[in-house]
């Protein structure tokens, strides 16, 4: 909307308010946008295609009081920036001056009937999940008790038939044998399956199972925040994350964090209540514990 708009002039300004500006520079960066400053529209034309623009309530009214020749003029260079897209928001009727523009110079013209701080919200929350980073891990998903826990582990350790196990009782599958992990957000992880293997699980000496034909849509979600991971490994076997390992349980420790080694209490630990209540958590000052055995010797 800054392409439509112009600068307040700074004598018309100055008259106003009674007071002479000594830098204008300082001025024209209170009163456009960033993009105006240094070198201009050059590089403002240069950075605004690449942003949606929205058109609400305001912009349109600003647009009615111009004359037509004006608002002609305004729209023209507007859409001449190509833009991704122009979004007009509140299910505003859309003049054909924009169709007309929106044609000549081939930009997406959108209408929605949100108000514009909603559909914002709504597409910077979109694209913040679609476009982010992303890498894959051979492991499984699922969900227990509405918590996201991935469990990882080398291939034939018993992540796919604990999965099965989940899900017999209750809980639902994200992904296995290949989870894509998107990081949308500075401290939250969410984890999706690719489109070919969606819903299936591969389980040895019985084949590719297809979960939600076997135990209905409520067995399978499609993505789910990662909160918990669970590492499976063969104890008579080297692991190549085994300093990982060894280092986590020494943290588990002094935390006094609940520690799984075994199918049992993995088992035990996931379908505990308090998986999903809430509860008072005690952290033991390890310090202090250490200075009290001290003491008593």
């Known amino acids: ?34 993009s105006y400053v240094n070198e201009t529209k050059q590089k403002s034309s240069a950075r605004s295609n690449e942003r949606l623009e929205f ?43 924009f ?24 597409i910077i929350s979109y694209l913040g999940v679609e476009l982010a ?33 989940l899900v017999k009782r209750g809980h639902r599958l994200i992904a296995d044998d290949a989870v894509e992990i998107k990081k949308v957000s500075a401290t939250t992880l969410v984890g999706v399956a690719p489109a070919l293997i969606r819903h299936y699980v591969e389980l040895r000496g019985i084949g590719i199972v297809d979960v939600r034909r076997l135990f209905g849509m409520g067995a399978v979600k499609e993505t789910e925040k990662i909160d918990l991971v669970i590492f499976f490994s063969d104890p008579l076997t080297a692991q190549p994350h085994d300093p990982d390992v060894k280092a986590l349980l020494r943290i588990a420790q002094v935390y006094d964090i609940p520690i799984a080694n ?34 008593t010797l």
């Open 262 to 295: 075994n199918r049992a209490t993995a088992d035990f630990i996931i379908k505990s209540p308090l998986m999903d209540q809430e509860y008072t958590r005690y952290l033991l000052n390890f310090r202090k514990e250490v200075e009290r055995r001290a003491d």
């Open 1 to 34: 909307m800054n392409h439509l708009i112009e600068p307040l002039p700074y004598v018309e300004l100055e008259k106003k308010i009674g007071y002479v500006f000594r830098n204008k520079e300082f001025l024209l960066t209170a009163l456009t946008h960033s």
């Open 55 to 97: 058109l609400g309530l305001g912009e349109m009214d600003y647009l009615k009081e111009l004359d037509s020749a004006t608002m002609e003029a305004r729209l023209q260079n507007f859409f001449q920036l190509k833009p991704p897209a122009v979004i007009v928001t509140r299910g505003i009727e859309i003049p054909d001056l």
């Open 99 to 122: 169709l007309q523009f929106a044609k000549q110079y081939e930009v997406p013209l959108l209408k929605s009937n949100e108000t514009t701080s909603e559909i914002m919200s709504t």
């Open 133 to 165: 980073e992303r890498i894959s891990r051979h492991g499984v998903l699922v969900e227990v008790y509405g918590e996201g826990i991935l469990i990882l582990g080398e291939s034939g350790v018993g992540k796919s038939e604990t999965a099965i196990e």
